[in-house]
């Protein structure tokens, strides 16, 4: 690929939107640098329907398989219309969430009630090998500082987004958790960012490590 493909992960209310759009203005102002910047889910036309299913309603109406498979659904459409020709076209890819979101989600959140085997399963059958993230930045929060910020958010969302937020304190801990975890297998892969942080000084942080991550 001839593009870097960066994905940004955390919980609710983590700060991550805004520091993406941030770093694709630094790179396209300052390296002339190409960035599309996109989401899931939701980053294409029928990822949009897909999202409405996925974070409006009850937090029961699916369980964590039928979500996986959802959000691995829009990923696919993600990646062959739009994450891997922009890559191909020699253009930086930022992400508000992927992959990482979905084991941080449908097997951290949920206590691990779903086989990883799974999880890693559907990830090779769409993403496949070498065909992911160049980096992965992971934006950590307390989650009642994350949650009370994107509740306060809420009302100028264009769906009733607040299927995952309605879930208990205890799933979004794990998340938490989670994604230390996910972070600590591949340490060249992920950075952990402390994103109780004003967004300038986040920024400055995110700026400081693509700068050295990804040699620029
Ligand atoms: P957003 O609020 O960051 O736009 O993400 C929408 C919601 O979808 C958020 O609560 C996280 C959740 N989600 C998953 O549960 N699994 C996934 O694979 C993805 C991409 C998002």
Redesign the pocket.
Known sequence: MKGKFITFEGG?GSGK?TQLRLLAEYLENNYQIPCVQT????GTDVGIEI?RL??EGDKDKMDAIA??LM?YA??RIHLTKKIWPALEGGKWVLS????D??MA??YY?YNKRVDKKILDGFYDLVVGEGRGPDLTLIFDIDPEIGLAR?RAKAGQMEFA?LR??SRELEFHTNLRKGYIEIAKENPNRYIVLDANKTIEELHEEVVKVIKERLEL
């Open positions: 609710e939107s989401k899931e889910p939701g999202r996925l974070v979500e996986a959000y829009d990923r508000d969430r992927f992959a979101s979905t989600y449908q959140g994107s987004e995952h937020e």
